[in-house]
């Protein structure tokens, strides 16, 4: 009888580590959904602390802790395996939405972890708090097969992602504090259903406002002189631009749809009773597709307001990119990828069987990873639905939970070993 493959050694060996554990990924969730960190404002102190306190607990190496603000920390936890061999690094988010004009829907309190049947209630608990909590206990799996593995696992925990990463993934690109060859983000990965697909493609975001200028005056008269209603003449605007937008895109067999159009996913405007409104504006959010250029969606979008114009004599019209939001480019990992392959064994391994390649709906922290620091980054292949995600009563199912924690070290070991059989 041959001996076992040193491979499929290790991955049983993890595997009954993290089987003993089932329940400690759930409560080490739960503490990160009650250390609260929404952004806006921005203060990922809280739930970095948790992180700090489980890595000590589990005895793995301290964490690195990088930030351009105090109240802005990032956290990069290394675990080396015996031989030399490449560098995975999983990655997760520690920052969430505000719980915003919702927070009279949510059924529990965002901030208490609340167990009903197979989910956990919380805010931030799939996006993604219960994936940075399945990958502290990958790493101490990892960490536990250490002494017979090839390559080295990262842990990276980031600021800002729900706001631009400024903060957070693209500080760590322009400081080179990235080590790895390739990055995982633990990002939700359903949207029907949990695990769903292995999102390759993060689509990209654009973010601007299209300004509309009026008369501001006394309201009461509005109808003995010339004068513009700024918002009425922004109503007119914003459904002329939804006919008149036409974004060029080239066509990719992950993004059959192409890009998604937002108009109006924010409107202001007005001042009150009384005055006759001279400003408006309404904000626009447009997840892009590989190929597409911030260039040309410019050009598309002065081509189609240019086209509005006549229909609102009087009223000016502009428009601006969002300072802070203005262009995460798409990003793509090829199905080829060494890490791409080792993911999908992974799953097959947990999950019975791979799920397919697609496109991530969203923009991820992969765009400043990849596109800024050129490492293959791959956008979502974690726990959760995303529709639950930005709204009232997120959860995250239990059972996607603990199978986490062995895809991420199932994908690590492999990756490590060049995704050996075993």
């Not at 101490?140 to 800002?160: E, M, P, Q, Y």
């Not at 765009?367 to 490492?375: K, L, R, S």
Request: proline share 8%; glycine share 10%.
């Amino acid at each position: 009888m041959g001996e076992i493959d040193p491979t499929r050694a290790m991955l049983v060996e993890a595997d009954r580590f993290l089987a003993e554990r089932e329940g400690e990924v759930i409560a080490l969730t739960s503490a990160l959904v009650a250390a609260p960190s929404p952004n806006l404002p921005g203060d990922e102190t809280a739930p970095a602390a948790v992180i700090e306190r489980a890595v000590a607990h589990y005895g793995l190496p301290a964490a690195r802790v990088l930030a351009e603000q105090p109240h802005r920390p990032n956290l990069i936890v290394r675990i080396d395996g015996a031989r030399p061999g490449p560098h995975l690094a999983l990655c997760g988010h520690l920052d969430t939405k505000p719980v915003g004009e919702a927070a009279a829907e949510w059924r529990t309190d965002p901030f208490a972890p609340t167990i009903e049947g197979d989910r956990l209630y919380g805010l931030g608990s799939t996006d993604m708090k219960g994936s940075c909590a399945a990958m502290v206990l990958a790493g101490a799996a990892f960490a536990r097969v250490a002494d017979r593995a090839a390559g080295s696992l990262s842990l990276i925990f980031t600021a800002d992602e729900e706001y631009g990463s400024h903060f957070g993934a693209s500080y760590l690109v322009r400081t080179n504090a990235i080590e790895a060859d390739a990055i995982l983000l633990g990002e939700p990965a359903g949207v029907h259903e949990d695990w769903e697909a292995i999102r390759v493609i993060s689509r990209g975001f654009c973010g601007f406002r299209v300004v509309v200028g009026g008369t501001q005056t006394h309201s009461s008269i509005s109808d003995q002189m010339p004068t513009v209603n700024a918002v009425e003449a922004m109503a007119n605007v914003l459904v002329a631009f939804r006919r008149e937008l036409r974004l060029r895109y080239p066509e990719h067999p992950l993004c059959p749809s192409g890009p998604t159009i937002n108009l109006g996913v924010k409107a202001l405007g007005g001042v009150g009773y009384g005055v006759l409104p001279g400003h408006a504006e309404f904000w626009c959010d447009i997840r892009t597709t590989p190929g597409m250029t911030q260039e040309a969606l410019a050009e598309d979008v002065e081509a189609a307001l240019e086209r509005i114009r006549a229909l609102v004599p009087g009223a000016t019209i502009d428009w601006e990119f969002n300072p802070n939001l203005a262009w995460m480019a798409p990003t793509e990992v090829l199905p080829d990828d060494p890490m791409v392959r080792a993911v999908e064994r992974a799953a097959a391994d947990v999950l019975g069987e791979a799920p397919p390649l697609a496109a991530f709906p969203g923009a991820t922290d992969a765009w400043p990873f990849h596109g800024q620091g050129g490492i293959p980054t791959l956008a979502a292949f974690g726990p959760g639905l995303l529709p639950l995600a930005h709204g009232p009563n997120e959860w995250v199912s239990l059972l996607a939970l603990q199978q986490a924690p062995r895809i991420f070290v199932d994908a690590a070991i492999r990756y490590g070993m060049g995704d050996r059989d075993g």
